[in-house]
């Protein structure tokens, strides 16, 4: 009898869900980019705007780690120093974006009702017109360009973004009966917003800031290469990737080495929130 | 019997869907006394639940209308603001929710959902909440409740959540208790331990429970009187043992016959009644249950009964060809 039980499929013990080591090793290389960014100037790198003529396109050496480009200047230095740019835009856009998205949303879903409907209706028109194209635009007519506006653009960009995600897994949360039974036994409006939806909220929340931060970093990428980022000599991966076309034939190490970080960064990102998603997801089912 | 808790005259829920209006709930009245236990049984879709979450003031604003009148111990439900009704809740009304897996907030420790209750409502400070919530705990069975305080939901098994539920709804001593399919989701042996609690503590606090049932096990030996539902309407209600005993509605007895018993030979065929609740976008004339009634005579589709009087007081039930009254009917 032991035997036919020992030996029937699907009695198998539930494995406790890990993240796995892929996660961690995304979160260390994340954790190393962000600390490059802060600590650049204190790292011991080469000024990136330093134009040395005596190794010019030079290929990876013991001196310069990643080679250097047509003006002299240390690619690896200005990886690490460009990295500021990504960061700063990733983290501060969307700052604004769940800043101003995540409460209209969560109100919209709590609230219902005309509040939800005018609301709806706004995001749903901005989302309908290409982001893209509206943020060249704003870029292009507000000179003179800095990082800040940048970033302001691009934020506001994201909020319809937002808005949607937060307001459908707020509505899907705020039917729960929990919910109810909180309104029922006397909870206040903010308390319910803020003990019973946020909290249920935070896994889709935080697996969507992640890509958010991703696509945002791609956009500023893609403002780069047209020109449209900060202002040169500052370095950004974008704009390194933009210089380095005409000059790609020649010394091919300096398109390879920025893409090569922002993809690297977008997939780590991208990862991270994918696997937290599925892992808190998982939590939900075994409720 | 003390004095009336609750006066429902003539509620009448309506939603208005796009296929056209739906009567959930078509015109009900009834009283509730203070400490009674009364039992709601109908079908899945005979607006049970609606008709609770309506004496809740929990329907939605937009796409709803409800009419008539609840009197909550002299306060009108129908037509309240929100406002009014937080005043309300909890201390006056509270629910246990049908399934105790989704009505406990899955991030919160259980404790934190008690004391939230009290703080809030009834203004105690942090340590006298938590005290309060374990003596409530305690209180409904939950062993070791002074480390299930710390506990989240996912952690306790299904009765357990539903004593939590129950403490809960408990914490601010409401006078009545709307318990909507307290047992749905738990297994036969806990459906009995719930049961017996919360009749326990109706005794123990005098306060009032409406049971919400489709079984009629449940309510038979704790519920004083018992509604039966059908589309939304009453179609018998009166005290436990004349519904049970000297029912008249043939739709009652179509219930209770199609319960198992215990004494049926092995193998019997449970009786099942014939066809399917009435969709209620589309009004028919006459009785609702005509269409599925053995007894059905022309009068039945064409012309709807009304609750009359049956020889036992407060007795009544909604049939043109009642089944005949006896002295004693065995409760099949």
Same mark, same amino acid.
């Given at each position: 009898m032991s035997d036919l039980l020992d030996q029937?499929?699907?009695?198998?013990p539930l494995r406790e869900q890990r993240l796995g080591p892929l996660f961690w090793i995304c979160v260390g290389w994340l954790t190393l980019n962000v600390l490059g960014a802060i600590f650049a100037n204190v790292l011991?790198?080469?000024?990136?705007?330093?134009?040395?003529?005596?190794?010019?396109?030079?290929?990876?050496?013991?001196?310069?780690l990643f080679g250097t480009d047509d003006l002299g200047r240390d690619i690896l230095s200005r990886v690490v120093f460009g990295s500021r740019v990504s960061l700063a835009v990733g983290s501060g856009a969307m700052l604004i974006g769940f800043g101003i998205g995540m409460p209209l949303g969560m109100l919209a879903a709590y609230r219902r009702g005309r509040l939800d409907s005018i609301l709806t209706a706004v995001m749903y028109v901005l989302l309908a017109f290409p982001a893209i194209i509206a943020v060249i635009a704003v870029i292009s007519f507000?000179?003179?360009?800095?990082l800040v506006k940048i970033i302001v653009v691009i934020g506001l960009a994201s909020v319809p973004l937002v808005y949607r995600v937060i307001r459908s897994a707020t509505l899907a949360v705020a039917t729960k009966d929990y919910v109810t039974a909180a309104k029922v036994q006397g909870s206040t409006d903010r308390r319910i917003l803020f003990r019973e939806l946020l909290p249920n909220i935070a896994p889709i929340a935080v697996s969507f800031l992640l890509i958010g931060v991703a696509t945002v970093v791609t956009l500023e990428g893609a403002l780069a290469f047209l020109g449209?980022?900060?202002?040169?000599?500052?370095?950004?991966w974008g704009n390194m990737i933009n210089e380095s076309r005409t000059v790609m034939a020649q010394n091919p190490w300096l398109v390879i080495f920025p893409s090569l970080a922002l993809c690297l960064f977008l997939l780590c990102l991208n990862f991270i929130g994918d696997r937290l998603r599925s892992y808190f997801d998982v939590t939900e089912v075994k409720l | 019997m003390s004095e009336r808790l609750l006066e429902v005259t003539d509620l009448r829920t309506t939603f208005r869907t796009v296929t056209g209006a739906v009567p959930a709930v078509g015109g009900v009245s009834f009283d509730l006394h203070g400490n009674e236990t009364l039992g709601i049984v109908g079908e899945s879709g005979s607006g049970k639940t609606v008709l609770a979450r309506t004496i809740m003031g929990l329907?939605?604003?937009?796409?709803v209308e409800v009419t008539g009148s609840v009197l909550l111990n002299g306060h009108?439900?129908?037509?309240?603001?929100e406002r009014t009704m937080r005043t309300m809740w909890a201390t006056e009304v509270a629910m246990v929710f049908q399934d105790p897996m989704t009505s406990l907030?899955?991030?919160?420790r259980i404790g934190r959902q008690i004391d939230e209750t009290l703080r809030v409502r009834?203004?105690?400070?942090r340590h006298a909440a938590r005290a309060r919530a374990i003596e409530l705990l305690t209180m409904v069975g939950i062993p070791s409740a002074q480390s299930r +305080?710390?506990? +989240?939901?996912?952690?306790?098994?299904g009765g357990m959540r539903q004593r939590v539920v129950i403490a809960t709804a408990l914490a601010c001593s409401p006078k009545l208790i709307i318990a909507d399919?307290?047992?749905?989701?738990?297994?036969v042996t806990i459906q009995a331990q719930i049961l017996n609690l919360l009749d326990s503590l109706k005794e123990q606090l005098s306060m009032s429970v409406i049971l919400i049932t489709h079984d009629l096990g449940v309510v038979a030996? %704790?519920?004083?009187r018992i509604i039966v539902m059908y589309a939304g309407q009453i179609v018998e209600m009166g005290d436990t043992r004349d519904v049970f005993f000297?029912? %008249?509605m043939p739709y009652t007895r179509a219930l209770l016959d199609s319960s198992p018993k215990?004494?049926?030979?092995?193998h019997t065929r449970l009786a099942v009644i014939p066809g399917r609740p009435?969709?209620?976008?589309?009004p028919q004339p006459g009785c609702a249950f005509a269409p599925r009634c053995? +007894?059905?005579?022309e009068r039945c589709h064409v012309e709807a009964p009304t609750l009359v009087d049956a020889s036992a007081p407060g007795h009544r039930f909604a049939c043109w060809n009642p089944l005949p009254e006896t002295s004693d009917r065995e409760a099949r």
């Open positions: 029937s499929p699907g009695i198998e011991p790198l080469v000024n990136p705007l330093y134009q040395n003529y005596i190794v010019i396109n030079a290929g990876p050496s013991l001196h310069h507000w000179t003179p360009r800095t449209l980022s900060v202002n040169p000599p500052t370095p950004s | 329907q939605p604003r937009t796409n009108q439900v129908v037509g309240a603001s907030n899955p991030v919160m009834l203004g105690m400070d +305080y710390r506990a +989240y939901p996912t952690e306790l098994s399919e307290p047992t749905t989701g738990l297994d030996t %704790r519920a004083t000297h029912h %008249r215990v004494t049926n030979a092995p009435p969709n209620l976008s589309t053995a +007894y059905a005579t």
